[in-house]
């Protein structure tokens, strides 16, 4: 008997707990967003200060899974906006629209113990395709090994924007090349291989353990992607089921006019010139 | 209520609950076996028996998967998954070998041989190894003997003998060891089990008889639990097999078939096996050709573990006579 009054006490609180939670709903309202990795650090930047900016009446709930995650989950209804780092795909579900909010850039790199300094666009061809495979028909290499060609798995988007742009629609042949799941296994393949040769985005590739190398005499840089001279870049975008209504279009309206999501994307991508809509 | 609850419990009714347990873990296997099957249908019925032939590149299939329509054609599911299915059997093999020859012989050395503080500090400590979670292996992996086998052990002729074809890095000889050390703790563990569960007069009786005690061991206490064995093989073989972070880290990142008649170098020779090629490629799962090659996928490994333990049982059929039974 005297265990009553503890056991009453339980279903009160749970109802107590849930009424607070639904309050705290009301009265500001939440954006679920999830999707690529590679615009996760960007997204992250931008969700945190708009959520500042709207004096944390907007709230958000942030993952990461890969693009194509994304993609689905904000085709399911799961999320409220998806991250993506690469355009509509064929075999995407139907009725999304992507919105280009910012452009990423991609360099190719080598070991820190290879520190060559540009490549030419034939000879990044030559290298990727499988033609060239030993470090001694690369001019600006010491190296006499063979070359160990890092790249992703075909699935990757980042792959597919290094083939469209500096392998100018050419492709990666795997084998010889190694693939991997995600830009951090690649990254680490490059660091701790002196014969290796791969591709990052520029979050990934622009630090100080790899050498990023210029593309035809252009290095691979924000201000040469800001200047259009670099080739080598695509869009991240944020994809919504429909077009984009609410608080989700005041939020990727947001990104793509203020001058303080312009100063967030500039710290280390490329802030968008011309801002139109794709629909997938 | 509650009150209810507290009494002990009537026969009948226990084992009524008892009984739904059961079968709904019995139903789960079901709906499982079905979801996977499912999923792998357009895949089966596409490729029929060409799913499990050689020749073609994995993973430019998977990558042209996924530039096709909302609703493929038939051309655009074929692969041909061979290569995965050898690396999948290869290395769970290899490290089986590995990881029988190392339990058993610890196993015997802590039952029979180790002095009685080594003992008990051993059996702990391998449950403990038994526990680790198999990323803490992968990244050991990448982080050390991944770059250790390529800058150390494979020679630069090497590399040059294939550079046209393969780069070699950590390949077979890293995921086998990787994969020995993940398995054996556990294979050690419980044939210590079955080990300590043997009579010690039997034992006893063959050294009394005149045999040393690692002959009295191999003749008498392994032979009485080569079920437990088997049994233990088993178990650690589907761990192997279906084991994804682990090999997807080391393995090379090419969807290989490693030739053993290419003598050394086919030690750092890449491959990718099943569970790896699911778990790289499970980010673009939503385009539907993906999306049903890697339930095909799934379904091999289901398939290959329930031959497994069907394989385990009938090899155990014959041994049940040694079965001690004290």
Not at chain 1, 255 to 273: D, F, R, Y
Not at chain 2, 21 to 26: F, P, R, S, W, Y
Not at chain 2, 28 to 50: E, K, Q
Not at chain 2, 81 to 104: D, H, K, M, N, Q
């Amino acid at each position: 008997m005297l265990r009553r009054p503890r056991s009453a006490l339980v279903p009160v609180l749970a109802i107590a707990a849930l009424a607070v939670s639904a309050s705290a709903a009301l009265g500001s309202s939440v954006i679920t967003l999830s999707g690529a990795t590679a615009s996760y650090p960007l997204l992250e930047l931008l969700t945190a200060k708009y959520a500042k900016l709207n004096h944390s009446k907007v709230r958000f709930s942030l993952a990461q899974g890969g693009a194509s995650v994304g993609i689905s989950d904000v085709a399911a209804g799961k999320v409220d906006i998806g991250d993506s780092s690469r355009g509509p795909l064929p075999t995407d579900p139907g009725g999304l629209d992507f919105y280009e909010i910012a452009k990423y850039f991609v360099c190719v790199v080598t070991n820190k113990a290879n520190p060559i300094s540009n490549l030419s666009a034939s000879q990044v061809e030559q290298i990727f395709e499988g033609k060239v495979r030993n470090w001694s028909q690369v001019t600006g290499s010491s190296l006499t090994t063979p070359i160990d060609v890092e790249s992703r798995t075909s699935v990757a988007g980042v792959l597919t924007t290094f083939q469209n742009t500096l392998l100018a629609g050419g492709k990666v042949a795997s084998p010889p090349a190694a693939t991997y799941a995600s830009e951090g296994q690649e990254q680490t393949a490059v660091e701790k291989d002196p014969n290796a040769i791969g591709f990052l985005s520029d979050y990934f590739a622009l630090n100080k353990q790899i050498n990023a190398v210029a593309y035809n005499g252009i290095a691979c840089s924000v201000a040469n992607t800001v200047n259009e001279t670099y080739p080598g870049w695509s869009y991240f975008y944020e994809v919504t089921r429909g077009p984009a209504a609410g608080p989700e279009y005041k939020f990727i309206h947001w990104i793509q006019t203020s001058a303080a999501a312009k100063g967030i994307i500039e710290s280390n991508w490329v802030p968008l010139t011309i801002t139109k809509t794709v629909s997938g | 209520m509650l009150e209810r609850l507290r009494r002990p419990w009537p026969d009948h009714r226990a084992e009524f609950l008892l009984g739904a347990v059961a079968c709904l873990l019995a139903v789960a296997i079901v709906a499982m076996v079905v979801f996977v099957a499912r999923g792998a249908w357009p895949t089966f019925s596409h490729d029929g028996l060409s799913l499990f032939g050689s020749g073609g590149n994995v993973d430019t299939r998977i990558g042209a998967m996924q530039n096709t329509t909302r609703n493929p054609p038939a051309s655009a599911y074929a692969i041909h998954a061979w290569p995965l299915i050898y690396g999948t059997i290869l290395s769970a093999g290899l490290a089986l070998l590995v990881a029988l020859c190392v339990s058993l012989a610890s196993a015997v050395f802590i039952v029979d041989f180790a002095p009685p503080l080594v003992r008990r500090v051993m059996g702990p400590v391998i449950r403990l190894l038994a526990a680790v979670p198999s990323v803490l292996y992968g990244l050991v992996g990448i982080l050390v003997l991944v770059p250790l086998t390529a800058n150390h052990i494979v020679t630069t002729e090497q590399r040059r003998s294939v550079e046209y074809v393969i780069p070699l890095s950590g390949g077979v000889a890293v995921t086998v060891v990787l994969l020995a050390l993940m398995i054996t703790p556990i294979m050690t563990a419980l044939i210590t089990d079955a080990l300590e569960s043997v009579p010690r007069p039997w034992r006893e009786g063959a050294i009394a008889l005149g045999l040393n005690p690692l002959r009295a061991t191999i003749a008498v206490s392994l032979r009485a639990i080569r079920p437990a064995i088997v049994a233990a093989a088993g178990l650690a073989t589907a761990r192997a097999i279906g084991e994804a972070i682990v090999v997807s880290m080391v393995s090379g990142g090419v969807s290989f078939a490693p030739n053993p008649a290419d003598g050394t170098i086919f030690l750092f020779e890449p491959f990718e096996s099943l569970a790896s090629t699911i778990i790289r490629n499970a980010d673009s799962i939503s385009a539907p050709a993906i999306h049903s090659t890697l339930y095909a996928f799934a379904a091999l490994l289901l398939f290959s573990s329930l031959i497994l333990s069907l394989a385990a049982y009938l090899v155990r059929l014959p041994l049940r006579r040694y079965q001690s039974t004290s």
